[in-house]
């Protein structure tokens, strides 16, 4: 029952660095979303795809960029690293209603 | 103001209580409405829709008041288990962008 994956969990950059974080769903789910969640904050969608090959702006989409090569990964890419990006990354697959998310664990990244 | 807002808590309950958590949103327009669930430090998992008439599985009762612009989450019998943030999510429009995430309340419930 892997449902939705993260790679890698926890990560520490330093400012300017590039990282990315991988995603991957099994349920052969149309959209993928990435979200950033902070400290007394509701989770701010970044970037979201409604399907192999397309991607959209989210809330919060500065700094990020994403792609959707196959239908079951989304990767989301930090270029130049900075301590504001600083967070919890959580990935979200859905069919149909965009109310049924399934989201992977999380990726704790730290931007020094 | 926020669109969706949600009091942090913490609620300390003992075991065996009822607690209800309520949530505000500002946008009238706003369509469909859910309680999410999300453990320390893990990932978030739908707990309920909320319907128009109020729905109810198990412990849990959800309520929408679409006048004052609140939704509702009752717990009734409280389990250990049940200590969690709960985040309120609302809809509004159509799209991916459409979902809103309140910051979520706190519960603790205690032996």
């Known amino acids: 029952n892997a449902g939705v994956t993260q790679t890698p969990k926890f990560r520490v950059l330093k400012t300017g660095q590039s990282m990315t974080l991988l995603c991957a769903q099994d349920m052969n789910h149309e959209y993928m979303y990435w979200y950033r969640q902070d400290p007394g904050m509701g989770l701010r969608l970044i970037h979201y795809?409604?399907?192999?090959?397309?991607?959209a702006k989210g809330e919060v989409p500065d700094g990020y960029n994403v792609s959707r090569l196959k239908k079951q990964n989304f990767l989301l890419g930090l270029e130049s690293a900075a301590p504001s990006q600083t967070s919890v990354y959580f990935c979200?697959?859905?069919?149909?209603?965009?109310?049924?998310?399934?989201f992977g664990e999380g990726s704790r990244l730290t931007v020094l | 103001r926020k669109e969706v807002e949600q009091d942090p808590g913490p609620f300390n309950v003992p075991e065996g209580a009822t607690v209800a958590f309520n949530c505000t949103y500002s946008n009238s327009a706003s369509q469909s409405f859910f309680w999410y669930r999300q453990d320390c430090r893990k990932e978030p998992k739908l707990l309920m829709s909320v319907y128009s008439s109020g729905n109810e599985d198990g412990r849990f009762t959800a309520q929408l008041n679409r006048a004052s612009q609140y939704i509702s989450l009752l717990i009734r019998d409280s389990k250990l288990s049940d200590s969690a943030t709960y985040l309120c999510v609302v809809q509004t429009g159509t799209g991916r962008r459409a979902l809103t995430f309140g910051s979520g309340t706190r519960l603790q419930v205690q032996p």
């Open positions: 795809s409604v399907g192999e090959g397309t991607t």
């Open positions: 979200a697959s859905s069919n149909l209603s965009p109310g049924e998310l399934f």
